[in-house]
């Protein structure tokens, strides 16, 4: 079997230990949910399955719950039919698979031995319940083959082959990749040889489901919207294939191959949008061991071009990616922001992609998206509170403005991935060279540690404040020859240092790229790299107006309730680079001021509201200095003002390019008639005085006044002149009030157009979306519900026309929420809560029982009856903030 293509391979968890950090918080909160949760909940469905005693344990909730009372274990020909057949919780046994990984990696990462006993304990016991397991259900003689192991009958696979949709079964073979892929784990990382077996047997019970079936049925399954999701069935098959070196288990991988999106990618086509994210970005690890287990180029191919198809195009500013589970369109990244994005499952299989492929390359850029999701969206993913019970981790991490981290997922997909995330953050920290190349360490996150590379006697002790510093320091204890490659982050704009015992290093220090430090090392030598943080003001790839703050590597999150875009005004403290040149006030609370906005990194793992992406809103045209014209920031027929088409590349390489785009700016807006010539004079003056890389091409410290005349003329002599004098009339949008903390007006809103000329009266016209112009009067603008783009245009005797464009969010009434309850036998009911909001959008659906306190949630859950009825209460709040009167639900006695 050939050997994978490797150029550098990540260390084993154990030989990295993490020091004191941003990211040890959220390891300590998983590894005491890792001690002290019971294995018994995690096995009670499956033992309930098997026909064993539970041992007195509930389930965890959620989708991990026992399926409907009056469920079988249903073989594969058994099942009655959805008509006949009540079932629930489809999904059962996933999240066990998940936690199984947690305890095995959390063992594999541990330095305290004491530690490391009673995590190998708890695995034995997760792996010993499921070996019952496995045995009873082979005993009972109901399944095609010894190997089954679930919590639910067969009956959901053979369904699958029968092509029933979603919502009649749920994912199979996600489930089934999610405890095979616990059971090796628990085998690479804890030593367990029954765990091997067990998974073993597993996938001998797949290829026997499988291999008798026709390419085009598999097709067709896998091309199932959810009910046909695999997870990573062909990562782990491909791994039993390694570890027992039987090849019939490479076979069996192939068999869940997706040539239409294989074959697609390897050409170069792009046809993800409208695809589920987490159903195909979970098979591209497995593509890639298929690629080096069969040497079939278009599995690599494919893979290669589906991560330039994903990164950056369909990437959030923090790494996450999707709307409502799936992708969109190509280089839609503000144009695909909804209520539901990045889903956090998508972020752990790219980072488990991200990591494989640098491996293969050693290409520095899959190490920039590394760092850029661990630190954003999966550690700020991981709520900051301690639990005995649940994950406290997000669902979806979303993007939109307003937007609210919902954790707990206990039982979800996502609460699954991360029991996983919190417990590996070393994985991916260091890398070295494969055996038989020069002795190599990649050093490719900052992150303070300690790491023992044993086989080579090399030791690397990182002290850092990293990401709230932008240095690092590094002891190196080695002898002899070594290289070592320190990337260089691409968001570093200043120049990069770097020093041996202090010496000064004569380096390349590319962003994007790494530094090699190769030498005869001595033990006890230090090096040193300092990478000046800076705050950047970054723009979505498909809307330059839309933009982030980031701090070095951390996505700033402003702190706002407002559910409308919140503004931002940077113009006097963008730097030639574009970066921004203003301190940021620090908080006790581990947040900073800004102006203001209250600013928090993204990996706080608090819950308040936050915008991601904020709106670049000028009102003038200013340089850093500060450098203010006094002019109207203007905007073109299409919303781009002057500054947005200044700065819309992002920055300069030097300060004569600056000015020679601020000249060729003025001019273009002079000649719409947006600016008068007097005004593109006052622009340029204001440039020319401006200190826009005037110190090395970064700083803002103003010029010389000699030099300030020297550059005003240049460009006064260059400047533009019009026909006329003057320029198009001032108009404006006045609203009779302010829209409520949200952003929303309540009620409708009332708007008046003002507009005044350099010369006559102007004529004013006012529109609402594409609708037509109409002349604006005394009388205001009445808008009722709806987010409406409102324009307005003032023209002046001699043609010139201007434009402002506003948007206006009201929503007046609140959501309705319907509620429905089916039975589950005697004692037992569902319930779903559905709201649905047409204008501003459901934020929340509430509901409390007599026994429970008032809850967040989205799915069905199930009730008990009693011997009494039961009120359910549930209210909806939408985005604007309207809350839907309480409403009961009645439940009645049970038979």
């Not at 041992?55 to 009655?80: N, T």
């Not at 919140?566 to 006097?572: G, I, Y």
């Amino acid at each position: 079997m050939p050997e994978p293509i490797s150029v550098a391979e990540p260390f084993p968890l154990g030989a990295v230990a993490l020091h004191d950090g941003i990211f040890t918080r959220a390891r300590d909160q998983l590894l005491h949910l890792a001690r002290s949760y019971p294995v018994d909940r995690m096995l009670a469905v499956f033992r309930a399955n098997a026909g064993l005693g539970t041992r007195g344990a509930l389930p965890p909730g959620g989708w991990e719950h026992f399926g409907h009372p009056d469920e079988e274990a249903w073989g594969p020909s058994e099942y009655p039919g959805r008509e006949a057949a009540p079932t629930a919780n489809l999904l059962r046994g996933h999240y066990a698979g998940h936690f199984l990984s947690m305890l095995a990696l959390a063992h594999g990462g541990a330095q305290e031995p004491a530690l490391r006993t009673e995590l190998r304990a708890k695995v034995d016991d997760m792996v010993e319940g499921l070996r019952e397991v496995q045995e009873a259900l082979a005993a009972s003689g109901r399944y095609s083959h010894p190997g089954f192991l679930a919590a639910y009958g067969e009956w959901q696979f053979s369904r699958l082959e029968g092509l029933a949709p979603y919502g009649e079964i749920w994912a199979p073979y996600y489930t089934c990749h999610k405890i095979m892929a616990g059971l090796l784990d628990a085998y690479r990382h804890a030593g367990s040889r029954t765990a091997l077996d067990l998974a073993a047997g597993m996938g001998r019970w797949v290829h026997g489901r499988l291999s008798v079936l026709p390419a085009d049925q598999r097709r067709d399954m896998w091309s199932l919207y959810i009910a046909g999701e695999t997870g990573g069935m062909n990562e782990v098959l491909c791994d039993l294939a390694v570890l027992t070196g039987d090849k019939t288990f490479v076979e069996t991988a192939q068999l869940f191959d997706l040539d239409s999106l294989l074959e697609a990618a390897a050409s170069g086509r792009d046809v993800l949008d409208g695809m589920h994210a987490n159903q195909h970005a979970a098979t591209l690890l497995g593509y890639l061991a298929l690629h080096d287990l069969t040497g079939e180029a278009r599995y690599v191919d494919a893979v290669v071009n589906l991560w330039d198809m994903l990164v950056p195009g369909r990437t959030f500013a923090h790494g996450g990616s999707g709307e409502n589970e799936l992708w969109g369109p190509a280089g839609a990244v503000a144009g695909d922001i909804g209520s539901r994005n990045a889903e956090t499952c998508v972020a752990y299989n790219l980072l488990k992609l991200a990591r494989a492929l640098f491996a293969r390359t050693g290409d520095p850029r899959y190490a920039e998206y590394y760092e850029r999701a661990v630190t954003n969206q999966v550690l700020g993913s991981r709520h900051d509170v301690d639990s005995d019970d649940s994950p406290e981790v997000t669902y979806m991490f979303p993007v939109h403005p307003g937007a609210l981290r919902e954790y707990d997922n206990v039982g979800t997909c996502c609460g699954g991935t991360g029991l996983e995330n919190h417990v590996k953050y070393q994985d991916s920290v260091y890398f070295r060279s494969v055996d038989g190349a020069d002795r190599t360490v990649w050093v490719n996150l900052y992150v303070a540690s300690t790491l023992r590379w044993a086989e080579q006697d090399v030791r690397l002790v990182q002290e850092t404040a990293y990401p709230l510093e932008g240095s690092s320091r590094i002891r190196v204890d080695a002898t002899g020859d070594l290289d070592l490659r320190l990337r260089v982050p691409g968001w570093v704009t200043s120049a990069v240092t770097v020093t041996v015992d202090g010496e000064p290093q004569p380096v390349d220090a590319v962003p994007g790229r790494y530094v090699s430090l190769r030498r005869d090392w001595r033990p006890g030598t230090v090096v040193e790299i300092g990478m000046p943080l800076t705050l950047r003001e970054v723009p979505a790839p498909d809307d330059s107006a839309l933009v982030t703050l980031e701090l070095g590597p951390t996505v700033l999150l402003a702190r706002s309730a407002a559910t409308t875009w919140l503004p931002v005004a940077a113009a006097t403290w963008r730097r030639l680079d574009g970066t921004l040149d203003v301190p940021l006030t620090p908080g006790d609370d581990g947040t900073w001021r800004l102006g203001d906005l209250v600013l928090e990194p993204a990996w706080s793992g608090s819950d308040a509201r936050y915008h991601m992406y904020l709106r670049r809103s000028d009102a003038r045209i200013a340089f850093a200095g500060p450098a203010d014209s006094g002019v109207p920031n203007v905007a073109r027929r299409d919303g781009s003002t002057f500054l947005d088409v200044l700065w819309s590349d992002g920055g300069f390489p030097s300060r004569a390019g600056f000015l020679r785009a601020v000249l060729a700016t003025a001019h273009e807006f002079v000649g719409l008639g947006l600016l008068s010539a007097a005004e593109a004079a006052d622009v340029l003056r204001a440039a020319a005085r401006s200190g826009v890389g005037r110190d090395a091409g970064s700083g803002v410290g103003g010029p010389t006044e000699a030099e300030a005349a020297r550059e005003e003329a240049a460009l006064l002599a260059e400047a533009p002149t019009a026909a006329r004098d003057g320029s198009a009339p001032r108009v404006a949008l006045v609203a009779a009030t302010a829209p409520g903390v949200t952003g929303w007006y309540h009620r409708p809103a009332e708007l008046t157009v003002t507009a005044r000329a350099d010369a006559g009266e102007p004529t004013v016209a006012v529109r609402v979306g594409d609708g037509p112009w109409v002349a604006a009067g005394p009388q205001p603008l009445r808008l009722g519900d709806g987010v409406h783009t409102v324009s307005a245009r003032a023209v002046d005797p001699e043609g010139r026309e201007r434009h402002v464009v506003s948007e206006i969010s009201v929503d007046t009434t609140p959501p309705v929420t319907t509620a429905s309850a089916r039975r589950l036998g005697p004692r037992g009911v569902e319930i779903n809560l559905a709201a649905t909001d047409d204008v501003s959008g459901v934020d929340s659906i509430r509901w409390k029982g007599p026994d429970t306190f008032w809850a967040t949630f989205r799915e069905p859950f199930t009730r008990a009856l009693g011997d009494e009825p039961q009120v359910i209460e549930f209210t909806a709040t939408d985005r604007a903030g309207n809350e839907e009167p309480v409403r009961n639900l009645e439940l009645p006695p049970a038979d």
